[in-house]
Nanobody, 120 residues
Framework: QVQLVESGGGLVQPGGSLRLSCALSGSIFRVSAMGWYRQAPGKPRDLVAIIISGASTDYADSVKGRFTISVDNAKNTMYLQMNGLKPEDTAVYYC??????????????WGQGTQVTISS
């Protein structure tokens, strides 16, 4: 199993920056991919950024060039650096870890969510 604890959300003006953190613990060696998702009121939870096997990254088109996902293996922590924030980035942000069992099945683990609000 994997536990995820998020931090770093808040209220920021348009054009500002925030960095979200997600501390992982447990059977981290079985995590095949990690990512950030977000959910705005009345909308589905969407992928924002993902990092696979600690190397390959991918981003939603809406955040490319503004957000950066990274992992500090020494601290077992994943980050999402968000620059050039826009009101449409307002959402609850969740970190995610994909845990692969010995049998090959994949299970999603989620953080508790952190509110990010972009407003003047």
């Amino acid at each position: 199993q994997v536990q995820l604890v998020e931090s770093g959300g808040g209220l920021v003006q348009p054009g500002g920056s925030l960095r979200l953190s997600c501390a992982l613990s447990g059977s981290i060696f079985r995590v095949s991919a990690m990512g950030w998702y977000r959910q705005a009121p009345g909308k589905p939870r969407d992928l924002v950024a993902i990092i696979i096997s600690g190397a390959s990254t991918d981003y939603a088109d809406s955040v490319k060039g503004r957000f950066t996902i990274s992992v500090d293996n020494a601290k077992n922590t994943m980050y999402l650096q968000m620059n050039g924030l826009k009101p449409e980035d307002t959402a609850v942000y969740y970190c995610n870890a994909k845990y692969q069992s010995v049998a090959g099945t994949v299970r999603d683990y989620w953080g508790q969510g952190t509110q990010v609000t972009i407003s003047s």
